[in-house]
């Protein structure tokens, strides 16, 4: 079977966090290269399971745009994460008071919010999977000291994330509404991680 353009990784770039969880393999965080990754973040965002990424009609030319621009920002930042150097999922974070999440609570010092979209599964789902995935996720977040609570806002609709959200330690925040959806806020202390 040959790989194809969506599944395997581009040259390897220099990982902001790289760590082994036993049983997955080695994980990598590496920065989004707009250019290089367009296609494979285009071919993820338009996937009906992604609805909730909010970019399902989202041309190709559109996709480029909007990680381009996230690139050029110093308060957010777009990465893939690579297990054993297969993307397996599109990561981003953001500061939140130069977010408009941030115009909808009340920031404390140390907030860094989080998106997280998994890549389409290639074959069965793999128990434990997600648990580890998001274990080097909150790793590197919180690798930070200035990072003491990781802010998430998933649609209300998307019951699945919020649950795995609430299973991994994040307490119920408001629901509150952003320009593109109803959201609920979800937090996750460094302490009771």
């Not at 989202?58 to 930042?77: F, K, M, N, P, Q």
Request: glycine content about 6%.
């Amino acid at each position: 079977m040959t790989p194809d353009a969506h599944t395997t990784a581009p040259a390897r770039r220099e990982a902001v966090w790289e760590q082994v969880v036993e049983g997955f393999g080695a994980f990598r965080i590496v920065p989004v290269d707009p250019q290089a990754d367009v296609d494979l973040i285009h071919s993820w965002v338009t996937e009906e399971r992604a609805r909730f990424w909010g970019m399902l009609d989202a041309s190709r030319e559109r996709v480029l745009e909007i990680y381009d621009y996230l690139d050029g920002l110093t308060t957010h930042h777009a990465y893939l994460v690579h297990r054993d150097d297969r993307p397996v999922a599109l990561f981003q974070t953001y500061e939140p008071e130069a977010d408009p999440v941030g115009e909808c609570y009340d920031v404390r010092p140390g907030d860094f919010g989080v998106h997280l979209l998994l890549g389409p599964a290639t074959g069965e789902g793999e128990r434990g999977f997600t648990p580890a995935l998001l274990s080097v996720l909150l790793a590197y977040a919180f690798s930070d000291p200035r990072h003491t609570r990781i802010v998430a806002e998933p649609d209300t609709r998307n019951d699945k994330v919020i649950d795995r959200m609430l299973r991994t330690g994040f307490t119920l925040g408001p629901e509150i509404d952003l320009p593109d959806k109803r959201a609920r806020l979800l937090f996750l202390t460094r302490d009771h991680r």
